[in-house]
T-cell receptor, first 113, second 113 residues
């Protein structure tokens, strides 16, 4: 059974800092990994999708890396802004057709002005 | 491109009552998911459809939850009778095909009192 863990559970940083959110998963036979952002009371917004054959994906100030063999992914946020405050979730899809997305419990990020 | 639409946004019911949620996926998306997100936790898959067929309903409490996706487009999720522990956000998501990027709706926040 795939288990996904996100550390830390909560993080508070001053504006302008670069930061790293961590995601680990127990079964390395994944098809892809997706990072989401969730604002309070809202649904999930997809940030980055990394296929199992890829090592990283970038979008603006966000960079996600994937190391399948060690069961880890990181989300790097450069020059953080108060608008980045949200909960960040990672989810993995197993390497079989039709498999579900398994989510971690998220990292709640607060960027202070 | 319109996103995933869900209604209602909020619902408050008494325990033992029934409730239904509606989801309209992104046009052309064959795969549709219903997730349950309890406060402070990551989303958990309830049921996954491919067109109008069920791919995965292993975590759906079938004694009280049911879902259908008629004509492979819109979907409804029903709870009957509701329990206090069903209080959660119910998220609908869709993807073009089963292993591509998933897009989520805003969710329906259910409170059972």
């Amino acid at each position: 059974k795939q288990e996904v863990t996100q550390i830390p559970a909560a993080l508070s940083v001053p504006e302008g800092e670069n930061l790293v959110l961590n995601c680990s998963f127990t079964d390395s036979a994944i098809y892809n990994l997706q990072w989401f952002r969730q604002d309070p009371g809202k649904g999930l917004t997809s940030l980055l999708l990394i296929q199992s054959s890829q090592r990283e994906q970038t979008s603006g100030r966000l960079n996600a890396s994937l190391d399948k063999s060690s069961g880890r992914s990181t989300l790097y946020i450069a020059a953080s802004q108060p608008g980045d405050s949200a909960t960040y979730l990672c989810a993995v899809k197993r390497g079989t057709s039709g498999s579900r997305l398994t989510f971690g419990e998220g990292t709640q990020l607060t960027v202070n002005p | 491109e319109a996103g995933v639409a869900q209604s209602p946004r909020y619902k408050i019911i008494e325990k033992r009552q029934s409730v239904a949620f509606w989801c309209n996926p992104i046009s052309g998306h064959a795969t549709l998911y219903w997730y349950q997100q309890i406060l402070g936790q990551g989303p958990k898959l309830l049921i996954q459809f491919q067109n109008n067929g069920v791919v995965d309903d292993s975590q759906l409490p079938k004694d009280r939850f049911s879902a259908e996706r008629l004509k492979g487009v819109d979907s409804t999720l029903k709870i009957q009778p509701a329990k206090l522990e069903d209080s959660a956000v119910y998220l609908c998501a869709s993807s073009l095909v089963v292993n591509t990027e998933a897009f989520f709706g805003q969710g329906t926040r259910l409170t059972v009192v």
